[in-house]
């Protein structure tokens, strides 16, 4: 049996860290979306609310379960029996970060294997930060997000 552990900020969660979650459901056993409580960003959605967000866009996939964690993800990977780290790949950028943070992580611990999954096509300029952007300055993110992270994106920028 293979867990699978897809970590991330999720601030908040995208159709494009759906597309991933659901494929790496189909790809391994139990897949595990763990929410990092405190990445060295500006939020603008806690962590309880970054959990509720993601459990309810991932409420049709069986196999997945939501948690969030604290302190380094390979530490995580750990205690949840992760074999695999799953992140997703949009941009050239996002492969130098993830190939220094992966080689890192072999260091940290040698049996966790990453796998990157390739952004789907439509979704390759879909981000949080700049979905954040548009919704703050009036713009339309509906297509880009499940239903109820943009309800909540605009209550949050309410004026
Ligand atoms: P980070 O974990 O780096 O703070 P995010 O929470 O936004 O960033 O993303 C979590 C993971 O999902 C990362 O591996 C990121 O590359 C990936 N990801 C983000 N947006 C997309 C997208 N549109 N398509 C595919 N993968 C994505």
Same mark, same amino acid.
């Given at each position: 049996?293979t867990? =699978?552990?897809? @970590? ?15 494929? !790496?459901?189909v790809l391994?056993?139990? &897949? ?14 806690? /962590?309880?609310?970054?959990?509720? &967000?993601m459990?309810k866009? #991932?409420?049709?996939i069986?196999?997945a379960?939501?948690?969030?964690? /604290?302190?380094? /993800?390979?530490?995580?990977?750990k205690?949840?029996? =992760? ?12 492969f ?5 943070? =992966? &080689?890192?992580?072999?260091? #940290?611990? !040698? ?7 390739? /952004?789907? #096509? ?23 997000? @499940?239903?109820?992270?943009? !309800? =909540? #994106? ?6």
């Amino acid at each position: 049996m293979t867990i =699978a552990l897809y @970590p991330g900020s999720f601030d908040p969660v995208t159709k494009g860290h759906v597309d991933i979650a659901e494929r !790496a459901a189909v790809l391994f056993d139990e &897949l595990v979306v763990a929410v990092y409580d405190a990445p060295p960003k500006r939020l603008l959605f806690s /962590t309880e609310e970054r959990v509720e &967000l993601m459990k309810k866009a #991932l409420s049709h996939i069986p196999n997945a379960r939501v948690e969030f964690f /604290t302190g380094l /993800t390979v530490g995580f990977a750990k205690k949840v029996n =992760a074999d695999v780290i799953v992140r997703g790949l949009r941009m050239s950028s996002d492969f130098e970060r993830e190939f220094e943070m =992966a &080689l890192m992580n072999k260091k #940290l611990a !040698a049996n966790v294997e990453l796998v990157c999954l390739m /952004t789907n #096509l439509e979704y390759e300029f879909v981000s949080s930060s700049l979905l954040k952007e548009i919704c703050q300055l009036g713009g339309s993110i509906d297509e880009f997000v @499940p239903e109820h992270v943009a !309800a =909540a #994106l605009k209550e949050k920028f309410r004026r």
